[in-house]
């Protein structure tokens, strides 16, 4: 018993192991195919912005005047190549940094139907950020996880200006929190329901051995009782118990009825045995009895002997018919002399008879 409890509760550490590690293993693959994702959206980013780069330089030397130009002409002028360029790049929008104000913002793919021109707000004082580190390492990038999106920023700095883009991964943040919350809540439920069914496994275990051995128990005292019998190994356990009960039982009872008969056989035995010494005390009387008859020398007391030895023939027989048992014997103190006279009573007629069987030889 205890060593199948130590057995169910390893199974039960071993569920919540495999439960524990299923949820840091989601999790990580959820992670990874996360960072899979803003791998390849950087890689793109990475990729727009150098074409916007290669773009500028082709209108900054296209144009010798192009460091006289107002912003807000620089601003018409790089939308367009902007436009032109992000185009290729669905959601993906972005511009340039030029003397530390952001020129040429466009949004090509947006879907509105309207061109969108103005930078968002939201992102702005990251983007800003972004340009910033551009310009003193050459390079910037930024990765801002919202509660509904997530925010891919980058950025690359040329001499006098820098190029850069951002694309909105919408949804993807939701869409990963849900999976990860249904896997998660769905290893909760697959190990609560692997706790519960062990725990019920032990319980229901720990209750019909109990009630096995407290059946065993009562089987010692009472031959009829049988096991209450329930399913699966437990109750063919306790059927194979009481089969062997019933077994035991038909034994015993085969034993009885032998014993029975036994006892019937030695009563019979002695009760011959008792029938057969009045008889032989009759008829020697009787024999006796007849050899008098001749010579009229019949006395009262032979016929006594007759009657008695008949009395206790009657005595045997009521015994036997109402099968009572034998009365214990009381000791008590007799007299010898009636008992040898007795058996003197008894042995007359067949001494008598011997000895006229002598004489006659």
């Not at 990580?28 to 994702?37: M, N």
């Not at 118990?241 to 009563?267: C, H, K, Q």
């Not at 008859?293 to 007391?301: C, D, F, K, P, T």
């Amino acid at each position: 018993m205890r060593r199948l409890q130590l057995q169910l509760v390893f199974v039960l550490l071993a569920a919540i192991s495999v439960a524990t590690l299923s949820a840091i293993l989601i999790a990580r693959s959820i992670r990874g195919a996360e960072r899979v994702v803003v791998g390849d959206t950087r890689r793109v980013l990475s990729a727009a912005n150098a074409e916007l780069e290669l773009q500028y330089s082709e209108r900054a030397n296209a144009d010798t005047g192009w460091a006289m130009l107002p912003d807000a002409a620089r601003d018409i002028s790089l939308r367009a190549v902007s436009q032109a360029t992000l185009r290729s790049y669905p959601g993906v929008e972005g511009g340039y940094s030029v003397g530390g104000r952001i020129l040429g913002y466009s949004y090509p793919t947006h879907g509105s139907g309207n061109p969108k021109i103005d930078v968002p707000e939201a992102e702005r004082p990251e983007i800003e950020r972004t340009i910033q580190d551009a310009q003193k390492f050459g390079r910037g990038e930024r990765v801002l996880r919202g509660s509904r999106d997530i925010v891919v920023i980058d950025a690359v700095s040329q001499s006098d200006h820098v190029a850069w883009t951002m694309k909105r991964l919408a949804g993807i943040t939701d869409a990963t929190e849900s999976r990860r919350t249904f896997l998660l809540i769905s290893l909760v439920i697959a190990a609560l329901v692997s706790v519960i069914g062990t725990l019920a496994t032990v319980i229901g275990l720990r209750k019909g051995i109990a009630e096995i051995q407290s059946g065993l128990a009562r089987l010692e005292t009472d031959f009829a009782f049988d096991l209450p019998v329930s399913g699966g190994e437990l109750g063919r356990i306790s059927r194979s118990v009481n089969r062997v009960a019933d077994t035991r039982r038909n034994l015993e009872a085969a034993l009885r009825r032998a014993d029975r008969l036994g006892a019937i056989g030695r009563m019979a035995a002695s009760m011959a045995h008792e029938i057969r010494n009045p008889l032989n005390g009759i008829r020697l009387t009787m024999q006796l009895l007849k050899q008098k008859l001749g010579s009229n020398e019949i006395r009262a007391s032979d016929l006594d002997l007759v009657i008695g030895e008949v009395d206790r023939l009657n005595a045997l027989l009521g015994d036997l018919l109402a099968f009572q048992e034998a009365p214990k014997p009381v000791l008590q103190d007799q007299q010898l002399l009636p008992i040898i006279e007795r058996c003197v009573e008894l042995l007359r007629p067949q001494a008598q008879e011997r000895f006229s069987s002598s004489r006659t030889t």
